[in-house]
C-alpha cells in the first residue's frame, strides 16, 4: 500500500494571489523607474503569464510586442538588472501589505504538519520571493515548515518543463505516487504530471479557461468547514473541504 508522504505546493496563484497586483505592480514600478515606456494591463499581465519566469516574460515582452526596441548590446544584463529592481519592490510590499493565503492553504499546510505530511514547494519565482510571502503571510520562520524549497532558477528550465518537480522529488527523496502537488495553471499543471504527479488544480481569475483535463481535480479553492469548495472538474466524493484524510484516499 502506498501512503501519502508530502504534499508540493504552487506559491504564485496557488498559496496566495500574487499574480495581477503584486508582481505585475512590481513589474511596471519597475518599468516606470528606469522611464520605460512599457505598461502591463491587467489584460496584458494575463497574455504573458504564459510565459513563466519574470526575466523570460520580459524578454517574451520585448519579442513580441516591442520588436523594434532598440536593446542594449547586453539584453541578458539589463533584464537581469530590470528583474533584481523588480524583485525588491515585490519583497518590499509582500512586507507593507501581506497577502492573504487562499482559503484551506493554511489549514491544510497546519494539518499536514500535524499529521507528520512533509511539505515542500515548487515555484518559479525566486527563493527570496517565497520566503517573503511564507513569512509574512503564513507565520514567522515559516520556511521552517517546509522540508524543500525548490524555486527559480535551481534548475535550468522552467515549468511547463518537470524539472523544479523532478527536483523536490529527489530532494524529498520520495517517488511521485506518494505525493500529492497543488497547482493553479496549465503551465503548472503540465510540470507537475511530466513528473507523475497527481495533481489538483485551484483555479483563479487568470487560469479558470485553462486546460486541466490531466488534473485529478480542479476546485475555486480548497475550501474551508464554513466556506466549502465548488467542483469544476473531477470527483470530490461529497467532500466540501481538501483534508488530508480525504488526501490519502488518493495515494491508496
Ligand atoms: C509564477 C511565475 C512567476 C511570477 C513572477 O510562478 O510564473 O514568474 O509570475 O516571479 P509559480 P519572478 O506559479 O510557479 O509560483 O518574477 O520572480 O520570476
Ligand atoms: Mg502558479
Known sequence: ???????????????????????????????AEYRLNWYWSEELYGELLAITGGKERIKFYLDRYLPDYPRPDNIDQFVAELHKNKTA??????????????????????????????????????????????EY?????????????????????????????HHALNELKLDANQCIAFEDSYNGLCAAKGAQLCTIITVNDYTRHE???????????????????????????????????WLQQLVL
Not at 501512503?3 to 499574480?19: R, S
Not at 497577502?99 to 492553504?105: D, V
Not at 515548515?145 to 524539472?163: L, Y
Not at 485529478?216 to 470530490?236: C, I, K, R, S
Open 137 to 165: 503571510s503564513l507565520a514567522p520562520h515559516s520556511t521552517h515548515w517546509f522540508d524543500v524549497i525548490a524555486a527559480g532558477d535551481m534548475v535550468q528550465a522552467k515549468k511547463p518543463a518537470s524539472d523544479i518537480y
Open 89 to 134: 519592490r515585490y519583497n518590499q510590499m509582500l512586507v507593507k501589505n501581506p497577502i492573504p493565503l487562499r482559503p484551506g492553504i493554511r489549514r491544510l499546510l497546519e494539518e499536514a504538519r500535524r499529521e507528520g505530511i512533509r511539505l515542500a514547494i515548487a515555484t518559479t519565482t525566486s527563493l527570496e520571493n517565497v520566503t517573503s510571502l511564507l
Open 1 to 31: 500500500m502506498t501512503k501519502l508522504h508530502a504534499l508540493i505546493f504552487d506559491v504564485d496563484g496557488t498559496l496566495a494571489e500574487t499574480e495581477r497586483d503584486a508582481h505585475r505592480g512590481a513589474f511596471n514600478d519597475t518599468f
Open 211 to 245: 486546460n486541466f483535463k490531466s488534473a485529478q481535480l480542479v476546485l475555486n479553492h480548497l475550501g474551508e468547514p464554513d466556506l466549502p469548495f465548488t467542483v469544476l472538474a473531477g470527483d470530490a466524493s461529497g467532500a466540501s473541504y481538501i483534508d488530508i484524510a
